[in-house]
């Protein structure tokens, strides 16, 4: 008897998610947004589309202990991410206000984005199980399709490993 439960069960669950987009690839065009910055700006992605390099680092909840380490080693070391031509953001999920909080408290010199209604983070594959952003940095190119989505971001190291991979990408630096 058990058997078929969990058969129909499976075949429940298999029904129940066949119909999700896919998972965002390298190569892909990366959806486009429109979502606040904690620094009362507005940022859409396609704005950048055939201008420069976009870095969209995701992140679970502001204020908390991984987090904070990564926008922390983002805004410490943004002299050497700017020395490329790009853009980089932090976003999440969390209310406006709360980003807004987790800027000051960090320092943040780049804009962390608020995508409340999650409807980014599921159009970016993003959204983790407990209703929060997985951390996943997407590198994106000039011409707005993705270069690299790196899902096993080390928040002491985010910085570096951002400028190490811009470097290897190809992402141009901005001649002084």
């Known amino acids: 008897m058990r058997r078929p439960i969990s058969v129909a069960l499976l075949a429940g669950f298999l029904l129940a998610f066949s119909g999700l987009a896919r998972a965002l690839e390298v190569g892909d065009m990366a959806p486009d ?60 999920v969390d209310p406006l206000a709360d980003n807004q909080d987790f800027s000051s408290q960090t320092n943040a010199d780049f804009p962390i984005l608020s995508d409340e209604d999650k409807s ?7 959204l983790g199980l407990l209703g929060v ?21 080390n928040p002491e190291t985010s910085a570096e490993d951002m400028v190490r991979n811009l470097s290897e990408l190809g992402v141009a630096r901005v001649t002084p």
């Open 33 to 92: 947004f429109r979502l606040p910055g904690a620094d009362g700006k507005t940022y859409q992605l396609s704005d950048y589309r055939g201008k420069q390099a976009v870095v969209v680092a995701w992140f679970p909840m502001a204020n908390t202990y991984g987090c904070t380490i990564e926008c922390k080693s983002l805004a410490e070391n943004g002299d050497k991410i700017r020395q490329f031509d790009v853009t980089y953001f932090m976003a999440s």
């Open 133 to 153: 952003a997985k951390r996943h940095t997407f590198y994106i190119g000039k011409d707005g399709r993705v270069l690299k989505i790196e899902t096993r971001v």
């Open 120 to 126: 980014v983070a599921k159009a970016w594959d993003v």
